[in-house]
């Protein structure tokens, strides 16, 4: 499949913001993105889940991006008491429509719709198709009293226009949130959560850590996106959940809070916007 996230955003690799995340977390965490399904996850599914848990990642959302991967997401998810499943289609495959989702998304172990949305960067669908699938998806989401996952790049006008024109879910996630300011409080306007990746470790995401320092303390939520996107120390590295807490760390450094803080913060904050995860 495509590489979803190459070249996402256009940053920098070298001189990177330096965090400093213990490699071992007294804290507890909850990832709330992670593809831990994919082929490219460091030593497989086990062994990342493994890794996460000795990490302090406790739960994790693993993600479904079209029919195979969002069953392979539920088949892990049942087998892991510590992991649930997202079911959607991904903008890059909308192409492909949503034959066979439908009887997924009412398996226990889903909780939310997606990742879906738009992405007109690489138009991989066309964009109407893009734009069709995703309000099919905001209409699931209400119709089975699901959270909504929003994969948005180079579309936040038109995203914004469906979710007005479909209603927007009770719950809503723009994950691996890559806006400045401006589209964060949009998004908090709307009620939305913001999902932060490992992009805000980056040393040219200066918009996006500046968006995480206005981002309501109770909308604030952290994922890993792995096996993409692998935060500061391990860029060029295949992600996986046990990185998160360098996540946290850095979002700890740019609120001027307690590592302990922000682990505590979006943990309460994931369990509200993916209810089915809560202990």
Known sequence: RHNRDEGRPAVSAQKDLTVSAMQTSTSEW?????????????????????????AGV????????????????????SANKDVWATVGLHPHDAKNGLDGLHELITHDRVVAIGEC??????????????????????????????????????AWDETFEILNSCGVPERTIFHCFTGSPVEAKKCLDIGAYLSFSGIVTFKK??????????????????????????????????NQPAFLVEVGACLAEVRNVSVEEIARQTTQNATIAFPGIAA
């Open 117 to 154: 949305g738009l992405d007109y960067y690489y138009d991989h669908s066309d964009r109407a198709v893009q734009r069709d699938i995703f309000a099919a998806q905001i209409a699931l989401a209400h119709q089975h009293k699901l959270s909504l996952v929003i994969h948005t790049r180079d």
């Open 30 to 54: 909850v990832d709330t993105h992670c593809h831990v399904t994919y082929e490219d996850i460091p030593g497989g599914a086990e062994a990342a889940l493994i890794a996460a848990r000795e």
């Open 205 to 238: 995401a200066q918009e996006i850590r500046d968006a995480a320092k206005v981002c309501s303390a109770d909308k604030m939520l952290v994922e890993t996106d792995s096996p993409f996107l692998a935060p500061v120390p391990h860029r060029g590295k295949s």
């Open 58 to 77: 406790k739960r994790m959302i693993t993600i479904g991006t079209d029919l195979k991967t969002s069953k392979a997401a539920i088949e892990l998810a």
